[in-house]
């Protein structure tokens, strides 16, 4: 630890030698944002008025994450920090804390979004640990509103460009409203009683709370520790009781104990769910928040006997690219 103390502390003296780059030599401001889905979102919001760069790297456990001198760097740069908050990004967080420059901001968007009363504690975040699931972001709804507070934090701090920040919320709003219907139209084919979703890291809680879905499990205890055998065995028993046709894995967090759980239960075992892993690659036009969105909605309900085809209307290209 203190060697990473030592390189980010270096970090940030080459960077304040060194001078800013891209947003200063530019003239734009510049922007951070945590978690792939939430800076995809600032980007449609930013376009090309302000340059925005993501904190975490993609494929990277977001909760886990320790900032690297890059990550220092860009923060040492930026004019305001959108986060997501909820604990989710802990260390990022303390770092934006102690080393954000002068005037710069840091935006909690989940803080801004949802109430303490609106919290969901759940299998990985249990109300006696005091740490609410913070993946909002998975309600398009609240992605909506992620999408309205970044129009309104870049509007502020950038008043020159506010039409622009306006004009492209309007613009990405649209798509994220069409979004938000196909999920619901696509999820209301799903059998009533299939409507359960048992996965690895406990990421839709949020999305099943809107949807009209019910988790039953996760598989990921709150330490993100193994389950022991006495919960794997009753998640089994649940499984085979619910007659769950499929569970769900994460791209981020390959699980053995799922796909055992799989075998054992007799269901359908999908291995390839995100939450703040993009889908392809960069400059694809699934490659976005709401690529994301219909990769995994199109792979639950197709695995839990629904039919996923008013996905088909939402365009995955972002509106800025």
């Known amino acids: 630890m203190r060697i990473i103390l030592i390189a980010i502390a270096m970090a940030l003296v080459a960077a304040s030698c060194s001078g800013k780059s891209g947003g200063a030599e530019s003239g734009k401001i510049e922007v951070v944002a945590s978690v792939a889905p939430i800076t995809d979102i600032v980007k449609n919001v930013a ?20 900032p690297t001198a890059d990550t220092a760097r860009l923060i040492a740069d930026a004019d305001v920090i959108f986060l ?8 990022t967080l303390a770092l934006a804390r102690s080393d954000k420059k002068d005037g710069a901001e840091i935006f909690l968007l989940g803080e801004h979004t949802v109430q303490p009363d609106g ?16 993946h909002l972001w998975m309600d398009v709804a609240y992605a909506i509103h992620y999408t309205e507070l970044v129009r309104d934090e870049l509007s502020r701090i950038d008043p020159g460009n506010a039409a622009t920040y306006r004009a492209n919320a309007d613009a990405y709003l649209t798509t994220l409203r069409t979004l938000n219907d196909a999920v619901q139209k696509a999820v209301d084919t799903i059998p009533p009683q299939d409507r359960l979703l048992l996965t690895y890291h406990d990421s839709f809680a949020y999305f099943a709370h809107h949807y009209g879905m019910r988790v039953i499990g996760a598989i990921q205890p709150a330490d993100f520790s193994e389950p022991s055998a006495q919960e794997v065995a009753a998640l089994i028993d649940q499984i085979r009781t619910e007659h769950v046709p499929a569970i769900f894995g994460s791209e981020v967090f390959p699980s053995p104990v799922l796909a055992q759980i799989a075998q054992e ?9 995100r939450d703040d892993d993009l889908p392809g690659d ?6 976005s928040y709401v690529g994301l969105m219909l990769y995994d909605v199109r792979t639950i309900v197709t695995d839990l006997g629904g039919d996923a085809s008013a996905l088909d209307a939402v365009p995955t290209s972002n509106p800025y690219d």
Do not use: C, M, W
């Open 84 to 91: 997501n908050g909820l604990d989710l990004e802990d260390p």
């Open 119 to 134: 919290y969901l504690y759940d299998f990985s975040f249990p109300r006696s640990a005091g740490h609410p699931n913070p």
């Open 282 to 287: 960069t400059g694809q036009p699934e490659h």
């Open 47 to 66: 376009g090309d008025a302000a340059d925005v760069q993501g904190l975490i790297p993609e494929g990277v456990d977001s909760h886990t994450f320790e």
């Open 265 to 273: 239960s007799g269901a359908k075992y999908e291995d390839t769910l």
